[in-house]
Structures are given as structure tokens and as C-alpha cells.
């Protein structure tokens, strides 16, 4: 799967399960910091959103792979099975 | 003197027994009711346990389930108090409600049959009201709906309104079933252990239960003058806000411990007097780390002994304070030490550390005189109570001298009625970083505590308050709904009947419970005094001022917000077409919060007064005709007046909040009766019936009309789910 596609898709979950405006979230918007503001609650929606939409399980993952769109997109991409 | 309260009957069904001779047996053997769960679907779930009650001759099958365990364990109780007496009330908590009727009216439309049945089982309002009706009761009745400190807060409430003279005897306690809405929540937020719990130990998250536990709460006076077996006094208690994160607590222990010293204070005793804690102890990492911080603090250097029985019956979410209260009583009447069960020998080693100086009760039960023994429930929300169990003779205390009332602002936000059947409210972002809400917190709220939020900061801005760490403590909040949170409430649900238990949101059920709106309220402002949400019908909206006011006479708080918060939704609107209550009347939605603040406060601030607050009352009916609707609201307006002092020719405008069917003819012909120099103002004229929105906002607009010197007294008035509440206002 596509970069892009992914990245798009987890856009629209933030935005629907996260009630995150979709006019402030960039792929590159901080989401645990900053204006947007994530908590550990939320942590476990975009787990269970990601594993639910591209069969990857994030649970226990470093926290780095959650900073922002990209990196959710980049560690999906890389752990897709094919 | 004070008057007292005492525990003279006790009732209960929960995962370790039907009754309390079976249960307290339970508890002495160290039984556990963990098993294997039946009655939701775990299919993929990590963990599979829980505390079910097995029991199948459960009355009344018209009834939710919530309302048939607690009517089980009313029953008990009722017998152990021996009483026929009919005029006793209701004062229930509840976590979820009518939970499991939401599942099964949602599951059924799925397979697409219309089960209109469940609609009136479906909304924690309806819980007392079914209890009563059962019992043919005609005592004041609630819903304390405040997550799993509710069955502790509904005995403590009980308390409140025997001292204000608003009953002698009250079935008090909590009641919640076993819910897919629980479990799969819950299991959302990895807080299930896979084990059997294992609280004050292992600590790696809840096991659920489900049960009720019911004790009478009764007038020392009373009691006595009938020959009662009497138990134990309830010697003191105390309800606070965390005002810290809606799903953890503090792990300071900050909010835990001043919630366990209100009580010590109330009670006038010392950490030293308290021979046994039943902690709240629910097995989760969070709570039993800031609970041993906070139980080390307060009481290191005592010999108390401290026990979590959710070892055995697992968490009862609003019947957990409850049937933990009765296990307290049976505690302290009969010098035993319930423990807590699932020690290892290992275990024991690892405990000795984190016991310190305490007596951490584990696996065996004790003989140890009790004299006084306390039990605590920490909640989703932040709400934290604290209550205490004396069998020892206390020193009577002095009836603290009444303290006068005074209205100082309000908030509201409401739908306009334009005449469509629905009028809806649409809040968005602006209106919220206006009022200095970030993104953060605003993501995390549901429609009704986007409500409840405006109105209640709307409300303290207009009385000019700021909270600061001098008067946060002092500042709480009683929220009144019928509906509660029932958009996120069936969102959730229809999500996991969709794709099953798995697919709960942990986003979403923190929303669930009807206190989130209080919780995100208390997070935002900070405020950390008492907090309380009461589920019960439209007038739920002035019922919450009447409580508050109570709050306040008992001293810790200066001011109280009260408030009637409602919703729209696809549920509601089906409900209220259907039952055809609201005849042609738009149906709206809507958050009103009045502030009230004692004298003392008013004038070291030098506060705006609008009116003051004379009299109040709460009386309901089961639709007997031994007690009438008709008499209850007749009671309501003369027992609210009586107690401002007031006649009938005094009032020079009536607000009431009526129903439309037959029963609200009834009622606006006695008040034509006792008011007939004066016309009754409907005020959902403008806004649509916005339920307990509107009950409260009748209220806010008497104020401002005394204030305006266009009248001098008002009486306010709402009925819903067979209570009344009226309330007196004066210049």
C-alpha cells in the first residue's frame, strides 16, 4: 500500500474517532504535544483504529513511531504484510 | 442536636451470594464469585472473567435488570427492617443504567424488530421510580449517577435529606448489572486483568461484577420510637472532585485524602478512631498506588486494618460503594475483618513492604473489634467518596445553624423553539476557545458535557468568581438530567452490537458515564468541592439545586453551581414521539447552571444577589392511589413554602415544568388550586422542552425577575419519572 493512501486513511480516523478538526491536522502535526494535545486514551483508539484498518498492531510500540501522520504512515507501511 | 442517621436493615445480591447471610459468609470464607463470563459475549477478548450474579428468580422481568437486582436487595432489606411504613424513599446509584435494555433494544433492531419496551428501561432516571413503584413506596427518590462512587454517595445523600427534613427512611445503595457497555469498555482501555483481580496486590487492572446492595438509612429518633434493631450510625461522610483526568486519579492522592479527612471531620474523629477501611482497592495500578499513598498518609501510625473485598465480588461499578457499604456495617455489627483474597505466599513477602505499619487484611478473615470502620469509592470523573460506620455512641453534635442562600449567577445555553418538532443546538470550537477551552479539552467532550461546560463556566463568570487554589475546595457542583449522555451512551452501544465486544472505544465510554460532563467541568475550572450528578426526570433540574443547597448548609463548600443538562438524539426524540408525553411541544436540548452561594461568601465577596433561596422541597409518587401525583406535587409546593415560611397568597409568580398526558392536566389543576390569583409561567415557550434544562432555567429566570423587582417571591416547580421538587425564591 501506498504511503499516501495510508497516511490518508489515518487522517480520516484521527479525525472521526479523535474529533480532531480537520483543518488543523497537517501529516505533520504533533500529536501528543502541542495544540492537538493526544493522551494515553487516545493512544489506544489509534491502536485499535490501525489494527483495525490495516491489520498492524502498535501496542507497545515506541512512542516515536506515534509523533505524527507520517510516522503512524511509515510504520504501517514498513509492517503491512503484503 | 443533629439529627442522626442509622443503618436499621440491610439487602444484597451480588457474585458471592443472593442475600446477605449468604454473601457474609462469603466474605468470611474468603469466597470468591469470579468466573468465566456468561451474560456477554468475549469472543476475542483478551480477558474472559467477571462477578456474575446467578440467581433466577430475580421479580419483576418488566424491569431492566438494574432495577430487578436492587428491587432483590430492597426486598431484604425492607424485611430486616421489619417496616410497612409506605413513606420511605429511594435513593439509588448507578455506573450505566438501563445499559443492558440499550443493548437489548439496539441488538433486536439489528435483527429488525422494534422493541419499544426497553425504551422506558433504558435512562438511569427510571431506576428509583421502578423501585418504588414495585414497593408502592411514596418517599423522595434519586439517582445519584456518579460512576462507581455512586453507591457510596447515594447513602450519604440519604443522610442529607433525612437532616432537611425531606423523609425519616430511605432504601439507599446501588445497583448496576453486567453489561457488554462495561466490558467492552473496559476491555477498551486495557483495564481488565486477566486473572481474577487482584487488588492491593498484583494490581494489573479490574475484574467487573454486578449485584445491588441495599441498606435502609433511618432517623435515630425514628428508629428508635418504632423498636428498631439498629446497626450502626452513619457517623459521617464526605464527597469531593479530583479535578484531574476523567478515567484516572491523581496519583498524589490529593483528592483521596481530602475526601477521607471530610469524612474524619463530618464524623468529629481522628484517623486513630477507625478501626477498618474497606478500600476502594479495585486492582488497577493508577488507583491502588495513589490509594496505598493516600491510606499510608492518613493513617500510619494506627491500628487500622484495610481490605478490597473486589477480590471476591469483583467491581460492581454504582453498586460497588453499596454492597461494600453493607459489608462495612456487617463489619463493624459483628467484629469481623473481611480480607482481601489471591495472596500468594510470595505475595505476602511483597506485601509486608508495601503494608508498612497497616494491617493489610489478606486472604483470611479476622474477629477484631470494630467500633468504627470506613468505606471508600474513587471515580471515573474524579468523583471521590468517603463514609464512616460507628457502632460506638457518638458525641451528639450541634445542628449547625442555618446558613441563608443566595442566587449569584447564571449560564445558559439553549435551543430556540422555531416550531419544528426538534430543535437542535449547534456548538462549535469558536465557542469554546472564547472561553479559553483548548483543542484538548474540547476534542474530549460528548454533547452533553459541551453543554454542561458552557453554562457552567457562563455561570461562574456571570457571579464573577475565578478559582483559585484559596477557594477551589470550596467550590462544587450538582448536575440534574433526565437523559444524561445518551448520544455517546448508544453510539458506543451500537458500535459493539455492530462488530462486536472487541470494538468498544476507549475514546468514547469515559462519556458514558453520566458524571463525565461534571468531571470534564471540574478538570477544566479546577474546582475540587463536592460533585454529584442525579438522574431523575425533567425535574432532576431543580432537584440539583435543592441538593446543592444542602451541600452548602453542611459547611464545606461556599458555593455550589447547580445545574439541568439535556440532549437531543435520534433515542430521545423516538422516545418522546412515541410515548406521546410531549404532545406537540418541540423537543429541545439545553444546559442552564445557577450559582449558589451562601451568605458568608456573598459578603466577604460583595456579590450581586438576585434572590435568595426560602424553602425547598421534594416529595414523589408511584401513581398510588394512597398517594396520589396530584398530592405529591401539592405536598412538594406547600411543604417548599412551609419551610421558607411563606403562604400561598405570598407568591406572586409560579413557574412550572408540566407534563402533557392526562397526569399534567392533574397537576396544573392543583396548582390553579392552590395559586388561583396567579397565572403559571411555562418557559419552554421560547426554548422547546429542553427537560432539566428548562426546570433549571424556570429558576434562573425567577431570580432575575425578583431581581428586576418585577415580583418578590417565585415558586419553581417540575415533576419527572414521579418525583416533584419545588423551590421558594425571595428578594
Known amino acids: ?82 | 442536636m443533629k439529627k442522626r442517621c442509622v443503618i436499621t436493615g440491610l439487602g444484597i445480591i451480588c457474585p458471592i451470594g443472593n442475600n446477605i447471610e449468604e454473601s457474609w459468609n462469603s466474605i468470611k470464607n474468603g469466597r470468591s464469585g469470579i468466573a468465566k463470563v456468561k451474560s456477554v459475549n468475549t469472543e476475542g477478548c483478551y480477558a474472559d472473567l467477571g462477578g456474575e450474579v446467578h440467581y433466577d428468580a430475580l421479580p419483576a422481568p418488566q424491569y431492566d435488570r438494574s432495577v430487578r437486582l436492587c428491587i432483590q436487595a430492597a426486598q431484604e432489606a425492607i424485611q430486616d427492617a421489619g417496616i410497612q411504613d409506605k413513606e420511605v424513599g429511594v435513593i439509588v446509584g448507578s455506573c450505566i443504567g438501563g445499559a443492558v435494555s440499550i443493548d437489548e433494544y439496539l441488538t433486536a433492531q439489528k435483527q429488525g424488530i422494534q422493541k419499544d419496551d426497553c425504551i422506558v428501561n433504558m435512562a438511569a432516571s427510571s431506576i428509583a421510580n421502578h423501585v418504588s413503584a414495585y414497593f408502592g413506596l411514596h418517599g423522595a427518590t434519586a439517582n445519584i449517577v456518579n460512576a462507581c462512587a455512586a453507591g457510596t454517595m447515594s447513602i450519604s445523600y440519604a443522610c442529607d435529606l433525612i437532616r432537611s427534613g425531606n423523609g425519616s427512611m430511605f432504601l439507599a445503595g446501588g445497583t448496576d448489572p453486567f453489561s457488554s457497555l462495561a466490558f467492552a469498555g473496559f476491555h477498551a482501555l486495557h483495564a481488565l486483568s486477566v486473572e481474577s483481580c487482584s487488588p492491593l496486590n498484583h494490581s494489573n487492572g479490574i475484574t467487573l461484577g454486578e449485584g445491588s446492595g441495599i441498606l435502609l438509612v433511618e432517623e435515630y429518633e425514628h428508629a428508635v420510637a418504632r423498636g428498631a434493631k439498629i446497626y450502626c450510625e452513619v457517623a459521617g461522610y464526605g464527597v469531593n472532585g479530583d479535578a484531574y483526568h476523567i478515567t484516572a486519579p491523581d496519583p498524589t492522592g490529593q483528592g483521596q485524602m481530602d475526601v477521607i479527612r471530610r469524612a474524619l471531620h463530618a464524623a468529629g474523629v481522628t484517623p486513630d478512631d477507625i478501626d477498618y477501611v474497606n478500600a476502594h482497592g479495585t486492582g488497577t495500578a493508577k488507583n491502588d498506588e495513589a490509594e496505598f499513598l493516600s491510606l499510608h498518609t492518613i493513617f500510619d501510625g494506627t491500628d487500622v486494618s484495610v481490605s478490597s473485598t473486589k477480590s471476591m465480588t469483583g467491581h460492581c461499578l454504582g453498586a460497588a460503594g453499596a454492597v461494600e457499604a453493607v459489608f462495612t456495617v456487617k463489619a463493624v455489627s459483628e467484629n469481623v475483618l473481611p480480607p482481601t483474597i489471591g495472596y500468594s505466599e510470595e505475595d505476602r513477602t511483597a506485601l509486608e513492604e508495601k503494608a508498612g505499619g497497616l494491617d493489610f487484611v489478606a486472604n483470611d478473615s479476622r474477629s477484631k473489634e470494630i467500633s468504627m470502620a470506613m468505606s471508600n469509592s474513587f471515580a471515573f470523573g474524579g468523583t471521590n467518596a468517603s463514609i464512616i460506620f460507628a457502632k460506638k455512641e457518638l458525641q451528639p453534635q450541634d445542628t449547625p445553624k442555618k446558613k441563608r442562600i443566595f442566587i449569584t449567577g447564571f449560564g445558559q445555553v439553549m435551543s430556540q423553539d422555531t416550531g419544528t418538532p426538534v430543535a437542535g443546538l449547534t456548538l462549535d470550537m469558536k465557542d469554546f476557545t472564547e472561553r479559553g477551552v483548548k483543542l484538548g479539552v474540547f476534542r474530549k467532550l460528548d454533547k452533553f458535557s459541551q453543554l454542561q461546560l458552557i453554562s457552567g463556566i457562563d455561570a461562574l463568570s456571570c457571579a464573577k468568581i475565578s478559582v483559585t487554589e484559596d477557594n477551589e475546595r470550596k467550590i462544587g457542583m450538582i448536575i440534574g438530567t433526565s437523559a444524561g449522555p445518551v448520544t455517546e451512551v448508544s453510539n458506543f452501544q451500537k458500535n459493539i452490537c455492530e462488530k462486536g465486544t472487541t470494538a468498544g472505544s476507549a475514546f468514547t465510554f469515559p462519556n458514558t458515564v453520566y458524571n463525565a460532563a461534571g468531571g470534564h467541568f471540574s478538570i477544566f475550572m479546577k474546582t475540587k468541592g463536592y460533585c454529584a450528578t442525579v438522574a431523575n426526570g425533567t425535574q432532576a433540574g431543580i432537584q440539583s439545586i435543592c441538593y446543592a443547597y444542602d451541600v452548602l448548609q453542611q459547611g464545606n463548600e461556599d458555593i455550589m453551581l447547580a445545574a439541568g443538562t439535556d440532549e437531543g438524539s435520534d433515542m430521545v426524540t423516538y422516545f418522546y414521539e412515541h410515548s406521546g408525553i410531549n404532545g406537540d411541544r418541540t423537543l429541545g436540548e439545553g444546559s442552564s447552571t445557577i450559582c449558589l452561594e451562601t451568605e458568608a461568601s456573598v459578603t466577604q465577596r460583595e456579590a450581586v444577589t438576585y434572590a435568595e433561596v426560602a424553602g425547598y422541597a421534594c416529595t414523589h409518587s408511584s401513581g398510588m392511589e394512597d398517594y396520589t401525583e396530584a398530592t405529591a406535587i401539592k405536598d412538594a409546593v406547600m411543604s417548599a413554602l412551609a419551610k421558607a415560611d411563606m403562604q400561598t397568597e405570598d407568591v406572586d409568580a409560579v413557574y412550572a415544568i408540566t407534563g402533557n398526558l392526562p397526569d399534567g392536566e392533574a397537576q396544573r389543576a392543583v396548582l390553579s388550586d392552590i395559586f388561583p390569583h396567579v397565572e403559571t409561567i411555562d418557559v419552554r415557550q421560547q426554548t422547546g422542552d429542553c427537560r432539566a434544562a428548562s426546570a433549571n432555567a424556570q429558576v434562573a429566570e425567577a431570580a432575575q425577575a425578583i431581581y428586576q423587582k418585577k415580583i418578590a417571591v417565585a415558586l419553581a416547580v417540575s415533576y419527572g419519572c414521579g418525583s416533584y421538587s419545588a423551590i421558594v425564591l425571595k428578594g
Open chain 1, 1 to 82: 500500500m501506498e504511503k499516501t493512501e495510508v497516511a490518508a486513511k489515518i487522517k480520516a480516523m484521527l479525525i472521526e474517532n479523535l474529533r480532531i478538526p480537520e483543518e488543523i491536522l497537517e501529516d505533520d502535526s504533533e500529536l501528543f504535544g502541542g495544540d492537538i494535545g493526544l493522551d494515553s486514551v487516545d493512544s489506544l483508539e489509534i491502536i485499535a483504529g490501525i489494527d483495525d484498518m490495516f491489520g498492524v498492531n502498535m501496542t507497545g510500540v515506541d512512542k516515536t513511531n506515534f509523533r505524527d501522520i507520517n510516522a503512524l504512515a511509515n510504520y504501517v507501511v514498513e509492517h503491512a504484510e503484503a
